[in-house]
């Protein structure tokens, strides 16, 4: 080869390949998360825990794939038939085959990978779970649990949460569990202090958050002055102890006494109905509570700060709905949480006497305790039911962990085990038939009440026509439409035992539900060593133990709620007491029991009298 050929060779370039841009790179990066995406909702590719995992997880994988396939055979041919007609449906019908030969085999190839890994992953899950780890459902790893530590983080999480609304800092508006409680605490919250925090605390406090928010630091926000007036005015009613004792009993001076006395405070209406404050260091306070309250503080927050003079009704009401659901559904979550480790904190701290004790009579007068409060309890309305629910999930959690601690091949905690999952389907079957009953019920009433009232309507139409004739409205019918109103209201009336009822069944699976995890949060502290847990769960297993049998021996095992002059008495008694403690007034739990046996003897009585004056009619 010549010079020549070689400088030709030389002058031949290959053509440039160009780096993608970067509105190119971020749309590629994007379409590879959504396929991504879309892979991992179809197919079941997270870690799993061990062998047992690894399998359920293989089975989803190739059972969802061989579904998508036929799907994909079915609706593939369809589709291409509405956009192409004969061509485009023998298109589809190519795509459906393909998708139906290669989503099935994709499964089933993750399936064996997904297996493989349960496989590998066993040996670690073992040892793990020897040294007391726990399996994070989240993150998919091995961790040892602090149950200091999670306090810590939901006291985090609620501060961030709360700043996220505020627009303070998180620090600002952390919570302490322990803290004391109060009627209202914005100020506190303005402070970012605690309800116990000294007259120190509040002052640094109140100098901290006044450079933040004083005028001359803050000349671009407009909102400044007010906002420091405020904290000025909370830092007043706070350092003064007559006023803060004040404060955190009625909340704040300015508040209107007349809204406040109308709004119902979820939290004491149910506490009254169920009678639920003895019990309350074991359960926290009842779902059906705290969502009832969640869900009502929410609306009214977003209402306020919605422009609904712009809106039509609809767009508000959907846009409500929009905002409550999202916001509740985290809030919700984190309450559950911070409940449960509220009640595994009161658990250790119950049981702190069995773990101290020293001999037999230390351990002896431990359970005579627990025995003289169960009395106390069932000795209140739903007492014996709430021993029962209580002291089952008890007995049977410290069951369950002593049995795969001291038994061989953890049979008694297998068996412990088989007893829980049977309650808690038989509660599951309870709680449908009461949900059904309800709906029947309230169903029956519904149409009951629509057919008087269409009667009452008729009623008064034909007095109308009767007047224009020159008549008069016969006053007969008057009486009969509040004869009707009365019966419609009565029949409203009957369905309550209903309702009560499924309430009811919400909260024995409630209770369940949150005993099981307070009780696994305290017997797998790694804090303290094995031997403590076991002690925990010996010490819960006698609780459970003693309030089971003093419930059952109440009659708690069989609860009703079919007494209607009792459920009428509770209903007006806890609304009484939540619009009195609206009003700052003091309403102890002693003072509500007498209240009710007050209204049910008031309501025996008039009833009495009015069947005596009934039966006198109908001698004479």
Not at 113 to 135: D, F, H, I, P
Not at 314 to 324: I, M, V
Request: charged share 30%; aromatic share 6%; proline share 2%.
């Amino acid at each position: 080869m010549n010079s020549t050929d070689k400088a030709g060779q030389d002058d031949v370039k290959l053509p440039a390949i160009s780096a993608p841009t970067e509105e190119e790179q971020q749309l590629m990066d994007e379409d590879l998360a959504e396929a991504s995406e879309v892979f991992n909702s179809l197919f079941s590719t997270r870690r799993p825990k061990d062998g047992w995992a690894g399998i359920s997880s293989g089975l989803k994988s190739a059972t969802k794939g061989t579904v998508a396939g036929m799907a994909s055979l079915i609706a593939q041919p369809i589709a291409g038939a509405q956009e192409g007609g004969v061509k485009g449906f023998f298109g589809g019908l190519a795509t459906g085959v393909a998708s139906a030969v290669a989503l099935p085999v994709t499964g089933i190839c993750v399936g064996a990978y997904q297996v493989g890994r349960g496989v590998a992953n066993t040996v670690e899950a073992v040892n793990a779970s020897k040294a007391g780890m726990q399996w994070d459902q989240e993150k998919r790893e091995w961790i040892f649990y602090y149950l200091n530590k999670d306090k810590t983080e939901v006291e985090e999480l609620e501060a961030a949460i709360k700043a996220a609304k505020d627009g303070t800092s998180g620090d600002a508006s952390k919570t302490d569990m322990n803290e004391k409680k109060v009627k209202d605490r914005e100020f506190y919250d303005l402070m970012g202090v605690s309800t116990n925090a000294s007259p120190g605390d509040i002052k640094k406090a109140y100098y901290k958050e006044a450079r933040k928010c004083h005028p001359d630091k803050c000349p671009d926000d407009p909102d400044a002055a007010k906002k420091f007036q405020t904290l000025g005015y909370a830092y007043q009613i706070l350092s003064n102890e007559q006023s803060r004792a004040t404060y955190d009993k009625n909340g704040k001076p300015d508040s209107n006494s007349a809204d406040a006395a109308n709004e119902i405070d979820p939290l004491v209406f149910f506490a009254v109905m169920f009678g639920s404050h003895l019990v309350e260091p074991y359960v926290g306070e009842l779902w059906i509570a705290t969502t009832a309250d969640t869900m009502m503080k929410d609306a009214m927050e977003q209402q306020q700060a919605m422009d609904t003079e712009n809106m039509t009704e609809e767009e508000a009401a959907a846009l409500l709905a929009g905002k409550t659901t999202s916001t509740t559904s985290e809030e919700m979550r984190l309450k559950q949480r911070k409940r449960e480790v509220k009640c595994a904190l009161n658990l250790r701290e119950k049981i702190m006497p069995y773990l101290e004790a020293k001999d037999e009579d230390d351990l002896i007068t431990f359970k005579t305790s627990v025995q003289s409060e169960a009395a106390t309890i069932a000795a209140t309305s739903f007492g014996a039911t709430f021993l029962v629910t209580i002291g089952f999930a008890l007995q049977v959690e410290g069951e369950e962990f002593l049995g795969f601690q001291n038994t061989a091949l953890g049979v008694g905690g297998h068996a412990a085990r088989w007893k829980k999952t049977r309650k808690t389907t038989q509660n599951n079957f309870k709680l449908m038939g009461a949900g059904i009953n309800a709906a029947t019920t309230g169903r029956k009433a519904m149409k009951e009440v629509e057919t008087a009232q269409r009667a009452m309507d008729e009623k008064r139409a034909q007095d109308n026509v009767n007047i224009q004739l020159g008549g008069d409205a016969n006053e007969g019918e008057s009486a009969m439409d509040e004869e009707q109103a009365k019966l419609a209201a009565q029949k409203l009336e009957e369905t309550i035992p209903a309702l009560l009822e499924l309430a009811w069944a919400i909260n024995i699976r409630d209770i369940s539900r949150t005993l099981k995890h307070a009780c696994k949060k305290l017997f797998t502290d790694a804090e303290v060593p094995m031997a403590t847990r076991i002690q925990r769960a010996e010490a819960i297993r006698i609780i459970g133990e003693e309030f089971f049998n003093i419930g059952k021996a109440n009659g708690g095992e069989k609860y009703s709620v079919k007494d209607a002059a009792d459920i009428k008495a509770r209903a007006e008694v806890a609304v009484m007491t939540t619009m009195a403690k609206a009003q700052g007034q003091e309403v102890s739990e002693d003072d509500t029991e007498e209240m009710i046996k007050q209204a049910k003897n008031m309501r025996a009585d008039a009833e009495n009298a009015a069947n005596g004056e009934g039966g006198k009619t109908g001698n004479n």
